[in-house]
Nanobody, 121 residues
């Protein structure tokens, strides 16, 4: 069956770094655009970053540009999110998702269970 399993979340101080990973199985990973979303308490889920199926295109939310980097390894069926210079407002549950098309009108087909990232001093 399809699985997206996130890892790497945790507690970090402001200005620190974390690397999230998502391991995919059960579908043709290299055919899907991959996304990271996040949802903070009391807020709507938002798209953080997206990478195309072959990795040649990326998109970032304005709030994370220059701080976060999305990457993928199609040989290992993994997608990563390197998060640097973390801020208090980055605190959220982060979700990995797979979408059949890169365009944002394409809703994700698959979702992970989420991993908590807490930025606190």
């Amino acid at each position: 069956q399809v699985q997206l399993v996130e890892s790497g979340g945790g507690l970090v101080q402001p200005g620190g770094s974390l690397k999230l990973s998502c391991a995919a199985s059960g579908f043709t990973f290299s055919s899907y655009a991959m996304r990271w979303y996040r949802q903070a308490p009391g807020k709507e889920r938002e798209l953080v970053a997206q990478i195309s199926s072959l990795g040649e295109r990326t998109t970032y939310a304005d709030s994370v540009k220059g701080r976060f980097t999305i990457s993928r390894d199609n040989a290992k069926n993994t997608v990563n999110l390197q998060m640097n210079n973390l801020k208090l407002e980055d605190t959220a549950v982060y979700y990995c998702a797979a979408a059949l098309f890169y365009g944002l009108e394409s809703r994700p087909s698959y979702w992970g269970q989420g991993t908590q990232v807490t930025v606190s001093s």
